[in-house]
């Protein structure tokens, strides 16, 4: 099948790295094609970077009158949607996704656990949640829309405990210290201040954070880094995330809210022990899991 997946944006984050997972496991017999709307710099571009070298990637670059154009040179038989397009379509490009005569299946997905109370405008052919908690919340709010889960997975990636020592040492960590991670973009809503907190009063271990500080969360992070703890390491965007799993002991998620963080699976896979706060969107979906602590 000719697949679309469009975007609003590219830019470093769990929605793009959805995309990539899906790309990677839809590769094989279908021809795959990625289009961003909107493109926020050079700087936060890792899932960008490995989209562009999977599959055909083009851009809009925020210039949504080449959206038409663009989709009758693919002639897609799907577009899938990475968010609700009523949020990032304009009025006549949210008319042609769903004409009358359209010769694609549109299905749509959203990231966002601030998709409750969502009015829809239009209804697509299929909606894609990303775990059950969506997926209630579509049925109750589309109920003819056939729906259907494709979660983030968790997977298997041991990690020995010589290899956990190597890993240390090609990051420059301490091997004698124990290595706090956390991962996500510096937000409010990621909440990193608690953890610098924590890092004050535990100056025996080292807290590492990996994740971009975009300028228009300057306001949040900004003050953070005029008194960070001198045990917090913040590394910044990377695209090596998964060396970073692999060296640290533990992995801490001190968000204020989240739909189904990818982060958290990812550790997860890596075997890191897991303390993040319970949300009504996870449903039960860690509690048994004896790897994670609830804050």
């Known amino acids: 099948m000719r697949i679309l997946y469009l975007l609003p944006h590219c830019s470093t984050g769990g929605m793009p790295q959805y995309v990539v997972r899906q790309v990677q496991d ?4 279908n021809e795959i094609f990625v289009l961003e709307v909107d493109f926020y710099g050079e700087q936060y571009v890792v899932q960008r970077n490995r989209l562009q070298a999977m599959c055909t990637f083009d851009s809009l670059y925020g210039n949504q ?15 899938h949607c990475q968010e609700l397009p009523e949020k990032f379509l304009d009025q006549p490009n949210l008319e042609y996704l769903y004409k009358q ?10 990231h966002s656990s601030l998709t409750y109370g969502q009015s829809f405008d239009r209804y697509p052919d299929k909606l894609v949640a990303v775990n059950n908690w969506q997926k209630n919340l579509f ?10 889960i494709w979660e983030f997975p968790i997977e298997s990636k041991e990690v020995t405990p010589e290899q956990k020592i190597q890993k240390k040492l090609e990051l420059g960590m301490d091997i004698n210290r124990k290595h706090i991670l956390n991962v996500g973009l510096f937000t409010p809503g990621k909440n990193q201040g608690e953890l610098f907190e924590i890092a004050r009063v535990n100056p025996q271990n080292t807290y590492h954070f990996v994740g971009n500080q975009a300028p228009n969360f300057e306001n949040y992070w900004g003050p953070l880094m005029q008194n960070k703890p001198a045990n917090c390491v913040v590394w910044g965007e990377k695209d090596d995330v ?26 997860l896979s890596y075997g ?5 706060r319970k949300f009504l969107t996870y449903g039960s979906d860690y509690d048994n899991n004896p790897l994670v602590t609830y804050i």
């Open 26 to 29: 839809f590769l094989e017999g």
């Open 65 to 79: 009158a080449l959206l038409q154009s663009k989709i009758e040179q693919i002639n897609p038989e799907v577009i």
């Open 101 to 110: 005569d359209r010769t694609w299946f549109v299905v749509v997905t959203s």
């Open 139 to 148: 049925l109750t709010q589309l109920p003819t829309v056939p729906c259907d």
């Open 242 to 267: 998964d060396l970073f799993y692999q060296a640290c002991d533990e992995f801490y998620f001190p968000s204020t809210f989240e739909l189904n963080p990818i982060c958290i699976k990812e550790a």
């Open 272 to 276: 890191l022990p897991c303390k993040i």
